[in-house]
C-alpha cells in the first residue's frame, strides 16, 4: 500500500500525551478508510507534527484525520523510502 | 539520544537509488558527529525529502548533509514520538 507523510503546523506545545490521544483517536476510524498510521513524531517548539501512515490515497488519509478534528495542512505521497 | 526530523525542498524527481546513494553518503560519515540516520522518505513529485536521524544536536545532522552536498531546508527536533 502507498506510504504518506502527512504535516501538521501550528501545534505549538503538544505534549507526549496529547500526541498519543490523537494518533489513538486515528487508530479507532483508521479502517474505515483503509488506512494505517504507522508513527509520528513531533516538534512542540515549532508547532509541527509527522505522521507516517500506509493508505490507498492521501483523501483518506485526510478523511480520518478530518474526522478525529486535526486536519493535515500538508499530504505527501512518499513513494520512495529508505 | 535525541531525534531529528530534517526536510530538503527542490529534490523533484529523486529516484530510490539517487536517494539510497545520498543516505549511503551520509552513513559513510555521520560517525564523525555522532549522528545516525535512520530513515527516509521521499516525494519526487514535489520534490520534498524527509529524514529522521538520532544526533546529538541540529548542527551536527547538518554538518554531516553539508558535507555530504544535500545540507537540509529544515531540521526539526523531534522529541515527542510514537
Redesign the interface.
Known amino acids: 500500500m502507498p506510504?504518506f507523510?502527512d504535516v501538521h503546523h501550528g501545534m505549538q506545545g503538544?505534549?507526549?500525551d496529547q500526541?498519543?490521544e490523537a494518533?489513538r483517536a486515528d487508530l479507532a476510524i483508521e479502517h474505515d478508510e483503509g488506512v494505517h498510521f504507522e508513527?509520528?513524531?513531533?516538534?512542540?517548539?515549532?508547532g509541527?507534527v509527522?505522521c507516517?501512515s500506509a493508505a490507498p490515497s492521501a483523501d483518506a488519509v485526510q478523511r480520518i484525520h478530518e474526522r478525529t478534528g486535526h486536519p493535515a495542512d500538508e499530504i505527501?505521497?512518499?513513494?520512495?523510502?529508505?
Chains 1, 2 share one sequence.
Open positions: 506510504q507523510m503538544i505534549t507526549a500526541l498519543m494518533h508513527r509520528a513524531w513531533a516538534d512542540p517548539e515549532s509541527t509527522y507516517l505527501h505521497p512518499v513513494p520512495v523510502s529508505i
